[in-house]
């Protein structure tokens, strides 16, 4: 009687054990210090169909003209994900060194340009939003929030030589009417503090549906794929024809703001991979 007292005892004690392990475990997972990591894919191309391979891949705009991309470099930084209730999470948000990265065709991996977040709280996100080019918030920061990206973007071209700031888009090959044979070089972005200097704030904010959610946990790594769609730069809204006024613009002037403002419909979530 008494081994079956004690193995009764004793099976209560584990199955409690089992049970209360269980539950701190669940806890555990559900518990908002759990975090993940989350991967973003850029795939530039034309009419979202990629990739572009640079010097070779020829587009015909909206108004008839042929172009050929030698260089596409682009700006993200200011990531946020929204969750199924509204919620925003921003990824080091007006923080250059942690939250930007350079997107250069020159340096996609089959067609395919990566960023990878880390330490993502555990959440089903629905939405995603990000800054093109560099908010004036990060840049007045100065040196102290933004030294490393400053430096980074600088060995990628992606900063005045002849003014303060940084280039948010820069653009250059070929164009003509029935061969690319012209050159091009449009750059756009700030210069310094665009409040200071009366010129336009090339900076500009992308919010995307997911077709499904990117549910981040600390095994599973999300991966959401965007297409990036560069048919906008000059068939976008504002239709665009290059001459020898435009083609070799840097700054902020009108064309380049219809420039921008094109190329902000550009980005398109193509799918959500969740594993």
């Known amino acids: 009687m008494k081994i079956y007292k004690f193995l009764s005892l004793f099976l209560i004690a584990f199955t409690f054990f089992t049970f209360t392990s269980c539950r701190n475990n669940d806890e555990d997972d559900s518990s908002p210090e759990t975090t993940g990591n989350l991967q973003i894919k850029f795939e530039n191309g034309f009419n979202n169909l990629g990739d572009i391979v640079l010097n070779q891949t020829t587009q015909t705009s909206s108004q008839g003209q042929k172009h050929q991309f030698s260089n596409i470099k682009y700006v993200i930084s200011n990531i946020s994900l929204i969750d199924e209730n509204g919620n925003e999470f921003k990824y080091n948000e007006n923080n250059p060194d942690k939250g930007a990265f350079i997107i250069d065709q020159a340096d996609a ?124 730069y000059l068939s976008g809204d504002t239709p665009l024809i290059l001459n020898s006024t435009n083609d070799m613009m840097m700054g902020s002037s009108q064309h380049l703001v219809d420039m921008t403002n094109n190329l902000t419909k550009m980005f398109k979530v193509d799918h959500v991979h969740n594993d």
């Open 109 to 232: 991996v089959a067609g395919i340009n990566y960023v990878n977040l880390n330490e993502v709280p555990k959440n089903n996100y629905k939405k995603i939003k990000f800054g093109f080019g560099i908010s004036q918030n990060a840049y007045l920061l100065g040196q102290d929030g933004q030294a490393e990206f400053w430096n980074k973007a600088k060995q990628k071209g992606m900063t005045w030589s002849w003014a303060a700031g940084y280039v948010f888009v820069k653009l250059e090959g070929k164009y003509g009417t029935n061969s690319p044979d012209t050159e091009f070089m449009n750059h756009t972005g700030n210069m310094g503090n665009v409040v200071a200097n009366g010129t336009p704030d090339l900076y500009r904010e992308i919010t995307l549906n997911l077709p499904i959610t990117a549910r981040v946990t600390n095994q599973i790594t999300p991966s959401i794929h965007i297409l990036v769609d560069f048919n906008q």
